[in-house]
């Protein structure tokens, strides 16, 4: 069995690659079609036309596409993704100074996301076939039709602006340093002994993880009420209820770990959204993540930052799917059967 469990997760990683691959091709086919020259935007503005020819034959330009597409993967094999046109630095170095930041914001945002939507989805299985449950669907559907970056402008105007209870820019207080260690403040903060920026940290967390938490939750809540009233039509709640088991004891102890399969898996899926959907919530918030680093890069066509931060996020979002994936195989011995 464990032999057969490692063989499906090897071919989902294999898939993985696969996919990274196919991205990477597409991404850099596309970026190359773009009407700039990486080699004139790489050189100052007054350099000449002989020094931005020089430049095209250093970068190998003048190469036919694939040959470029080779030279550019063999590259980032190594670790080498360029040096950054607009910072001129490493691009390596940016992406990894910003990604702890972008990590940090989407694990919280999912736990509150998580929490908002078991809560949520108990809730309505529990008003089921009374008149609070049209109430609660409309309230979901409400929820669902309010993306992440309307929230983040509510929580900006109400929490930050008018209430004065939380920070709403950037990540701690400005007057505040702090050694980077691993770069993740909320570990760093503990690791320095420094309970004053770990506190500034989680309260400038609270309300871009909240915007995001709170747009993502109510497809959790739809999805495990769903799933729970698919399984109280199985044959073995009818048994257990006449075992004389008691309602809260079929619903914790059988009828939610059956339902809970459809729900982790949706919410590995929006794991994946939730991580790209900081990007707008960053610069909402002007939080110095990731999603920041590529908006600068877009506006200052970047083409480095942008090729990097592209294969960034798909490398997160694979990484989250295969974990999702090799969880729902553990949980579910069905599917080792296949």
């Given at each position: 069995m464990f032999a057969t469990l490692l063989t499906l997760i090897g071919r989902r990683l294999l898939l993985s690659i696969l996919i990274l691959l196919l991205v990477s091709v597409l991404l850099f086919i596309v970026l190359r079609a773009l009407p700039f020259d990486p080699a004139a935007m790489s050189l100052p503005p007054n350099a000449t036309l002989a020094e931005i020819e020089a430049k095209r034959l250093e970068m190998g330009l003048n190469l036919p596409l694939p040959q470029q597409y080779l030279i550019w993967l063999s590259h980032v094999l190594h670790g080498d993704f360029g040096s950054s046109i607009q910072f001129r630095r490493g691009v390596l170095g940016l992406v990894t100074s910003t990604l702890p930041a972008t990590i940090e914001l989407a694990v919280l945002a999912m736990l509150i996301a998580s929490a908002l939507g078991l809560a949520g989805g108990l809730t309505l299985f529990h008003v089921r076939g009374t008149a609070k449950e049209?109430?609660?669907?409309?309230?979901?559907?409400?929820?669902?039709?309010?993306?992440?970056?309307?929230?983040?402008?509510?929580?900006?105007?109400?929490?930050?602006?008018?209430?004065?209870?939380?920070?709403?820019?950037?990540?701690?207080?400005?007057?505040?340093?702090?050694?980077?260690?691993?770069?993740?403040?909320?570990?760093?903060?503990?690791?320095?002994?420094?309970?004053?920026?770990?506190?500034?940290?989680?309260?400038?967390?609270?309300?871009?993880?909240?915007?995001?938490?709170?747009?993502?939750?109510?497809?959790?809540?739809?999805?495990?009420?769903?799933?729970?009233?698919?399984?109280?039509?199985?044959?073995?709640?009818?048994?257990?209820?006449?075992?004389?088991?008691?309602?809260?004891?079929?619903?914790?102890?059988?009828?939610?770990?059956?339902?809970?399969?459809?729900?982790?898996?949706?919410?590995?899926?929006?794991?994946?959204?939730?991580?790209?959907?900081?990007?707008?919530?960053?610069?909402?918030?002007?939080y110095p993540g990731l999603g920041n680093l590529m908006v600068d890069a877009v506006r200052n066509a970047d083409l480095p930052i942008i090729q990097a931060v592209g294969l960034t996020y798909c490398i997160v979002v694979l990484s989250i799917n295969t974990v999702v994936d090799s969880l729902y195989l553990i949980l579910n011995p069905k599917l080792r059967l296949r």
């Open positions: 049209p109430i609660m669907d409309l309230g979901t559907v409400v929820l669902l039709s309010l993306p992440e970056f309307l929230w983040a402008l509510f929580l900006i105007l109400v929490v930050g602006v008018a209430l004065h209870w939380l920070p709403f820019t950037g990540r701690i207080d400005p007057n505040m340093r702090l050694p980077v260690t691993t770069g993740f403040l909320l570990i760093d903060s503990w690791i320095a002994g420094r309970p004053d920026i770990f506190k500034s940290a989680v309260e400038h967390l609270i309300l871009p993880s909240l915007a995001l938490g709170i747009a993502f939750s109510p497809a959790i809540m739809r999805v495990l009420r769903s799933s729970l009233i698919d399984v109280y039509q199985e044959d073995y709640i009818h048994l257990a209820r006449l075992r004389g088991l008691g309602e809260k004891r079929i619903l914790l102890r059988h009828a939610l770990k059956n339902a809970a399969l459809p729900t982790l898996s949706l919410m590995g899926v929006q794991f994946g959204f939730l991580f790209g959907g900081t990007l707008l919530v960053e610069v909402i918030f002007s």
